[in-house]
């Protein structure tokens, strides 16, 4: 017994989830980057570490990623989804910790929006890309 294969979505239906997904995944990503740098630049307590050495080490992750990004490739935004998984554990530890709690919960739920985002930008534009090239 053969599986007979889904039928594809029609372009109709994916291009307003692309770009939706799209800037939901962009906005989400540039706000990752932007909560690291105001968290460690104004209110973090390093205890003497030199700051940009931490900022620097939280944020080659995100760089690694960022062009393509930015570019839109949906090969970057499957690295992305992998990535991110060290916010959200970093920000699920510091949501712990009551000195740390805001940040924590923005951190978490910044990088659970960035996942699921990036992950239907994936899908749904390998899914178009399909579609687009005459695949039923």
Not at 41 to 49: E, R, T
Not at 67 to 82: E, L, Y
Request: glycine letters at 6%.
């Amino acid at each position: 017994m053969a599986r007979t294969p889904k039928p594809l979505p029609s372009l109709d239906w994916l291009t307003p989830r692309v770009k939706t997904s799209r800037a939901i995944s962009l906005a989400s990503f540039i706000s990752l980057g932007a909560l690291l740098l105001v968290w460690n630049l104004a209110f973090a307590d390093l205890h003497g570490a030199r700051i940009w050495v931490v900022i620097g080490i939280q944020l080659i992750p995100l760089l690694l990623v960022a062009p393509g990004m930015i570019s839109g490739s949906p090969r970057a935004h499957a690295w992305t989804c992998f990535i991110v998984n060290l916010y959200f554990i970093q920000g699920v530890l510091a949501a712990i910790d009551p000195a740390r709690m805001v940040y924590g919960w923005l951190e978490a739920m910044i990088s659970l929006t960035l996942f699921i985002s990036a992950l239907l930008y994936t899908r749904w534009s390998y899914q178009y890309e399909r579609k687009a090239g005459g695949e039923s």
